[in-house]
């Protein structure tokens, strides 16, 4: 897992940071290592830290109710999981089917990833325009959705870390953990 979850003061889950920002909110005392990989431990100059995989905030931090996830770039490439929307190779851009010189907007239903190649072979065109089909359409991921992507969870990871998140989370990864 590339990613550590970072659970609110109330054990609610609240995002993701990378291994080396958990580990500084934890050596700042602003978290607490909930669970850790059991075999492996970071060492510093006269500091050993395990490796964590759920890290808890020592205090509350409110947090206003969304029942969509804002949209960013890193969130496209996220829910379309880096693989390109019109050829399914690796995708490192975002590309916008309504173009933003013809109005199109920063949305998660107009944007999808894509290779730097079928990007630029796109260029100020709609997809119909440029001829090149969609292999999956855009969609508006739920927080707990983009929360799961971005964890990169699968099958054991999921049961490893369900007590620590949603059960709808749970659930909906219930398919792909058999």
Not at 10 to 20: F, R
């Amino acid at each position: 897992m590339r990613s550590t979850l970072v659970l609110n003061a109330s054990y609610e889950p609240l995002t993701t940071v990378s291994l080396q920002r958990a580990v500084v909110l934890v050596l700042q005392d602003k978290a607490v290592v909930e669970q850790a990989h059991p075999l492996r431990t970071m060492r510093g100059t006269g500091v050993t830290v395990p490796v964590p995989r759920v890290i808890r905030l020592q205090r509350y931090v409110r947090v206003p109710f969304r029942q969509q996830a804002p949209w960013s770039r890193r969130g496209v490439l996220v829910r379309d999981q880096h693989l390109c929307a019109y050829c399914g190779r690796r995708a490192t851009t975002v590309d916008h089917l309504q173009p933003r010189s013809r109005g199109g907007t920063d949305t998660w239903m107009n944007t999808v990833a894509a290779c730097s190649e079928d990007n630029q072979r796109k260029a100020d065109r709609t997809p119909e325009q440029a001829g090149m089909k969609l292999l999956r359409r855009p969609f508006v991921p739920t927080p707990q959705a983009t929360l799961m992507l971005a964890l990169g969870l699968r099958g054991a990871d999921v049961r490893e870390l369900a007590a620590w998140l949603p059960a709808q989370v749970v659930a909906s990864a219930a398919p792909s953990a058999a």
